[in-house]
T-cell receptor, first 114, second 112 residues
Framework: DGGITQSPKYLFRKEGQNVTLSCEQN?????MYWYRQDPGQGLRLIYY???????QKGDIAEGYSVSREKKESFPLTVTSAQKNPTAFYLC?????????????FGPGTRLTVL | KQEVTQIPAALSVPEGENLVLNCSFT??????LQWFRQDPGKGLTSLLL?????REQTSGRLNASLDKSSGRSTLYIAASQPGDSATYLC???????????FGPGTRLSVLP
């Protein structure tokens, strides 16, 4: 059963803590993406990776970090430097680099700062 | 930089109506345009992808059209059903196709 999994579904963070959101795909896709979604707004790109061991900043990368050590995994760390991290985080992947193919999305992680 | 807008922001219709959702983009040099559906608290599901060389795509009761020259796409939903209630987003690639920009979405409610 192919797809994208994200964990956890809900995450609570105290101020000053770093937290890591997991994203795994078994679709054999090259490209992976992290988006942030706030109420009433479209998705905003945090980071993307077109190939293993390489990733690029998106529009709102400050306060976030990623790694791409394996093709199927693209974890996102929300650091204490991110001043307003409460949001819904979505991971996606696509088969080809270059944005010519459909993006497939995971179910999302809702992060709340206490 | 590419910008994407969607009108209306919210729409409420009785069951059975045909309806049109609108998506506009500022840079017409796009590879494709995608329409997605998002249920509350869930991820996005791809509905239709229109390549830049195409003018429309159909899937069941859904029909999406693309007019690159005017920077517009429409999503037509025929014979709407309560199960169609969701937020519909459009997205286009940018930065030489390496990433995507999304519209804010149209929140659709179909009343039984």
């Amino acid at each position: 059963d192919g797809g994208i999994t994200q964990s956890p579904k809900y995450l609570f963070r105290k101020e000053g803590q770093n937290v890591t959101l997991s994203c795994e795909q078994n679709l054999n896709h090259d490209a992976m993406y992290w988006y942030r979604q706030d109420p009433g707004q479209g998705l905003r790109l945090i980071y993307y990776s077109q190939i293993v061991n390489d990733f690029q900043k998106g529009d709102i990368a400050e306060g976030y970090s990623v790694s791409r050590e394996k093709k199927e995994s693209f974890p996102l760390t929300v650091t204490s430097a991110q001043k307003n991290p409460t949001a819904f985080y979505l991971c996606a992947s696509s088969i080809m680099r270059g944005g010519t193919d459909t993006q497939y999305f995971g179910p999302g992680t809702r992060l709340t700062v206490l | 930089k590419q910008e994407v807008t969607q009108i209306p922001a919210a729409l409420s219709v009785p069951e059975g109506e045909n309806l049109v959702l609108n998506c506009s983009f500022t840079d017409s040099a796009i590879y494709n345009l995608q329409w997605f559906r998002q249920d509350p608290g869930k991820g996005l599901t791809s509905l239709l992808l229109i390549q830049s060389s195409q003018r429309e795509q159909t899937s069941g009761r859904l029909n999406a059209s693309l007019d690159k020259s005017s920077g517009r796409s429409t999503l037509y939903i025929a014979a709407s059903q309560p199960g169609d209630s969701a937020t519909y987003l459009c997205a286009v690639p940018y930065n030489y196709g390496q990433n995507f920009v999304f519209g804010p979405g149209t929140r659709l409610s179909v009343l039984p």
